[in-house]
């Protein structure tokens, strides 16, 4: 069992930055996966970013590559989002996942947060 708990969201104007974190309970928080996805008022929940259990490797949505890093750091058992030049596209409520296969898939996590909201202004 692992039991997630996002923060970092906020309010930030466009063109800022925020970086999101992911804190777990569980000794064996180091054997999952851990993705990040959001939802948009009115939008299904979407990918964002994954990192695989050791954190050697990742993967990005087309809309967060190149301005969204993921990490993780396995003795804090905490993941972050870091997050640069957002948008108000990028306004959602984001949340963690971790699951014992790495992807895109929302299926493939079995444990869930509940969720921070980031809000960008225009």
């Known amino acids: 069992q692992v039991q997630l708990v996002e923060s970092g969201g906020g309010v930030v104007q466009a063109g800022g930055s925020l970086r999101l974190s992911c804190a777990a309970s569980?000794?064996?928080?180091?054997?999952?996966?851990v993705g990040w996805f959001r939802q948009a008022p009115g939008k299904e929940r979407e990918f964002v970013a994954t990192?695989?259990?050791?954190?050697?490797?990742?993967h990005y949505a087309d809309s967060a590559a190149g301005r969204f890093t993921i990490s993780r750091d396995n003795v804090k058992n905490t993941v972050y989002l870091q997050m640069s030049s957002l948008t108000p596209i990028d306004t959602a409520v984001y949340y963690c996942?971790?699951?014992?296969?790495?992807?895109?898939?929302?299926?493939?996590?079995?444990?869930w947060g509940q969720g921070t909201q980031v809000t960008v202004s225009s």
């Open positions: 996942a971790a699951g014992r296969s790495w992807g895109s898939i929302q299926s493939e996590y079995a444990y």
């Open positions: 569980g000794r064996t928080f180091s054997e999952y996966a």
């Open positions: 990192i695989d259990r050791g954190g050697g490797s990742t």
